[in-house]
């Protein structure tokens, strides 16, 4: 018995016993737990054991271990067991592809380095001599952490870590496979076939390899380990592989990055701050590591288990794999065919084998149920930018007509009115609220400066913008006070310091500093973007003060320079003050001091109807049943700026969300058999808004109606963006994960990516919060199982003199219809199959 | 033959020094590109942060600041780079040090119990040996902090001293932490070097010998195989060394304690300092350890090489 005991190899046993649950892991997870890896709980009551008895208590993440998280919650309030297991996978990914490249690449160096390559070996020696005055894991470090590497997807990072961990680690590999190939060859069976006059490639794949070969398996299973324990190390460096978002301050400690999928490197990477409250948060790092302990374990142990067994000169495991290496080998499968007939057994075997290599790798992805039709979108595209719309303002006859066809084409689709009513109204103008950023539009302006008795009239759209209008104008037209001959802003400029020039209105009145802008970007995103920060966010290079201006004196005018700006339409908004934007020939003047200014604008228009969301419903076979109704919303702007009086432009990108979102209304009113989840198709208006938010349609969607949809259903929010232009090449996705329990994000994301991958589609996902600016998805998504933006929120080159119809990318919006469509049919958490 | 020797020591010296030369170099040109260089992406498409030209340029002024070693002037919270690196460069080196020390204090007794003395005892003990060896340095830092925290937490000293704290390097006592889980590693390695080492002398002649003659395994152990065993580990010297560097950057970012390894991490990562204060700090860290490690790992491979053949000849 006890000798019997003593042959059992016991590092292969163990290590072979750990890497089983290992694997399982990383091919079963669902079989190990049930939870979301990704579901976030801010607070709830847990279960815990105080003094024997199982108690409940309120707790705030992170949780504690407990009944229902067995080892506790990350620090988001994610389930820390769940996302070691799914972590497994992508941990073990990285590992793998490590691994394998170092092998791709040590493996011919070694062995030529061993058979007397001198060259081969000098290399080996250069990379080994080098990352000994470096430690890899600096290295490492340094090249991970730039910030192109921490925002790529998983799949993408894992290339970047097993091409950055190669590069500093093959070369330790090599010298090992070097010293084992340099021993082979000095074999007495070597030097006789050096003698029978065989060539050193017939020698090296005939006689090396199946020496060779048992030392690589056990240097694999090793290495594997070693890289392991590195991934470890730079996790508390916080690289990790895998995207990653700022966790923000309504949700705990704020201003970090945390990563979005399981992966057990990314669970250390707070250690060195939860270290400091260690003996509160312990869980925190004990799991974590003793995962990757247990891993580590496993796989040193097993590749020293196996080069126990290789030494053994009676090993069974050493005779399979050089008859694994006899039965893989491409020669010899071919002398089979040649004798099919008494090898037939072999070769069936063979091909089957074979046959479902490639079935796995090409299998033809699941094809779509329907079809995105670009040409019926771009039919829609031609309606929406036609010029007598001008645009498509809010409140203005361009955005009501625009409104309407919206609606009759739902119509004509067969989708029914959501409630009743196939939209809901919300006041385009309340001057009286500091909130409402209304839109106008100014017609005519002049601008006329007067330097030593010279007059030179400038007009607005040709030599300056018009972004704001002061609130007191919006008053006036809200309450039918507009001034006939309209409005007048006198002043007159005054050096002050080298970046700013003043201008001063009545002479009583304190003058206003200007401030120079910094750079057109800053502009742009201040002015021209939808749903970019503005106000108290804007840098102070933009700030624009406001003043303390006695009683009476109503009005105030701002001037902004910039150093370029580009020849676009703008739309006019009222705001706190007035403020125009010189270009060309007339900002060259103004820069100058001294020089009266004096500004007029014929009374501007107001808009003359309401904002209005134009909603769709197609009911689904969940509709009729009793009970929580599941709803699937889609959302898109469809409202743009004015271009009435700007020849030459007619914007065409900020209609194509709204183009492909009819054409997705289309294309699943005519599906055969309706979906499981119901669908709600909203159009925005009023999304060409600043901040603050509340003339934005996706805010009053979200403050009146939707308060009811969110309560009663639950539901997946999918937003359309824009389509980029030609120049894009990479569509924006942005994801945001369900809060509260039973919201299975992760599952769906991992669907999503699937499908992108299916679909080849070009990608970029976002996780992280500060691209949340694009009001609507902020807004719809709080109360969301989880929801998900495809395509643009904002491109620089919308509402220039080249956006157009013929720019719009047709792939770009072929891609993005599709994903939408396949999402929407196919993914199992939406088509109502479930995972 | 002297001359000979000669002649060949100092090409290979020669040959070392280039090759130190051209890391450095190599480790100035990587620390001079700026830290907010990057590939940002925005509105569908990638774009570099600063111009390659920029870069360039930045890399040039670095090599300039060093050459005239303005470099160590550069003030970093009060003190210059040199100053702050002098006493990281202390700091660190009573970790290795003391861990080395407690690492073979503590791995060669363990490969003496660990060693099977007859080759065919099993593999039950390789266990031991190997599982020391798969713990993450994070875990090690853990487990050493969970007990630290108990002890600092309940007022418990030894031989007067204490209750240490279990961050920081406010005093020498700040060191053990540090010292005892950088040593577990390296502890493991020696064990294992010492078994295995003494499993191949156990079936030599001279110990089959001697054992023969009725030496107890103590004497033969402290008569034939100690120096061996030595020898052995100081030739795996690199190879510990090479651990020991990786393990000294986690254990001292995860203790706060601030040697070369925890400061390389602060001027990499951190917003308070300004590119060029950052970049100029990480360069002469880096290069300061590299230095250091590169020399000591001649100087190790050296005596591998040269030195302990020729003494185990003689």
Redesign the interface.
Known sequence: MVHR???????LL?GGVLLLFVMFAYFFPHLLTDMDPNVEEAAKYIEVRRGGELVEEYSTRPFPPNEENRFGSDEAGRDLYSRLIYGTRNTLRVAFSVVLFRMLIAMPMGIMAGMGVKTASIVINTFN??F???????IS??IL????FR?LEMQHSIWAFAIVLTVVGWSKVAALIEDQTSRIMQEDFIEGEIAAGKSYRQIGSQNLMPHLIPHVVSYTFMEI?MVL?LL??L????VFVGPRRIALAESFSAGFEMAFEPEWGSM?AR??II??S??DR?WL??YP??T??LA??GF??TG??LR?EFQKRSSRVVSFIRQGFFFFSPRIYIEQWKNLKTYWRAVGVKTLGLVAVLLFFFFPPEPSMVQFNTEKAFEHLEVLTDESLEGRVIGFEGGRRSGDYIIHTLQDYGLEPWQGNYYHEFPSMDPGNTGYFERLVVEKATLVLEKNGIKETFHVNEDFFLPHLAKSISLDLYEGNVPEDGYTFEGRTITYEEDHIEIGLEPHIDPIPLIKAQGRQEVSRYFYVQGQSFGGSSPTELGFPTINAPAGVPYRLGIIYTDEFDDRIINTYSHTNTHIIPFGELREKLENADIHITLHLDPPKAPDYPGRNIMGFLPGRNWENEGPRDLVIIGAPYDGFYTGGREGFNPALSATAAATSLELARALSELDEPLEKSIMFIFFDGEQSEFPFRLRGSFQYNRSRGRFEQADFPYTYIEVGYT?NN??????INFVNGKGPGRESYFARDELLKRLNDLNVDY?MFYDNRRMTNYSLYSVSINSEFSMRFG?M???FMNLREDTIDEVNEDYMKDLGQIILDTVTLNPLFNGEGM | MKTEFAVNLGKKIFYQAIVLVMILVIILIASGIPTDFNVYYEYGQYHWSMSLEEVRLNIFQHFQGFLSGEIFDVVIAGESIGTLFRSAFVLSLKVLFGGTVLAFLIGVPKGILDSRKRGKSGTFKLLQSYIPLSIPDVLTVGLVQFGAIYLYYNDITFFGLGPIHFLGDESWLSTIYPIISISILPAAYMSRITASTIEDLYTKQFIITARGKGCSFGQILRQHMMKNIVFEILSSSPTIMAVMFSSLIIIERLFYYQGLGYHLIFFFSSYSLTPEQASAAFAVFIMGLAFFYYMLFMGFKGMKTWILPKIKES
């Open positions: 005991l003593k042959r059992i190899n016991y590092p163990v001599t080098l000994t005055a470096i430690p890899k894991l600096l470090f340094v952490n730039v910030a192109y925002n380990g324990f470890a190390q996790a508390v460096l916080t250390l250690a060195p270290i400091r260690f003996h312990m790092i004990i590591a003793l990757f302990f580590i374990t040193n142990l020293e288990g126990i980029g120049q894009v090449n990479r569509m924006d970029r643009g904002y491109f620089p």
